[in-house]
């Protein structure tokens, strides 16, 4: 159930997204959910893409620093305080999240965020036994 993050490390100046998303564009990868995160300096791109070990491959291929990173989707109802429910349920098994964005489409009728968190395998075992809804790497990776 765990789903490959991109991050790419781009330096703040004119011009480094457009690189990245024209890479993506030109060898047919589809960004499903992107969070960017950044410093006077220099910026992090998360990304979830359909073909994360090609995205990996050709950014690497045009020099960006880039690595995979492990993170959850999680299913959530589209109503208010469904984001608490699950937040709390992680709290309560001790699993913090280190940062979180949302997905750009649904699954089913349902919101959709990704979660980077301490501990992804625990996760794993507690949501069949929860009400947390994860959502399967070639599930997110096809919407």
């Known amino acids: ?14 011009g480094r ?3 990245v998303s024209d890479i993506l564009a030109k060898n047919d990868i589809n960004v ?18 359909n073909d994360p070990e090609k995205a990996y491959q050709v950014l690497r291929e ?3 620093t880039v690595r995979i990173t492990k993170v959850v989707a999680v299913e959530i109802d589209d ?6 429910s699950v937040l709390k349920e992680l709290n309560d098994h001790q699993i913090e999240v280190e940062y979180m964005y949302a ?5 089913a009728g349902n919101a959709l965020v990704i979660l ?11 949501a069949t036994m ?6 399967s790497a070639d599930e997110v990776y096809k919407l």
């Open 17 to 19: 997204l457009f690189s």
């Open 32 to 49: 499903r959910a992107v969070s960017v995160a950044d410093t006077t300096d220099f910026g992090i791109l998360r990304m979830i893409v």
């Open 62 to 64: 045009n020099k960006f």
């Open 79 to 84: 109503t208010p305080g469904s984001m608490a």
């Open 116 to 126: 980077k968190i301490d501990d992804p395998e625990k996760v794993e075992k507690i």
């Open 103 to 107: 997905f750009l489409g649904n699954h």
């Open 130 to 135: 929860e009400t947390i809804k994860l959502v």
């Open 1 to 14: 159930m765990l789903v490959s993050q991109i991050s790419v490390f781009l330096e703040n100046s004119s």
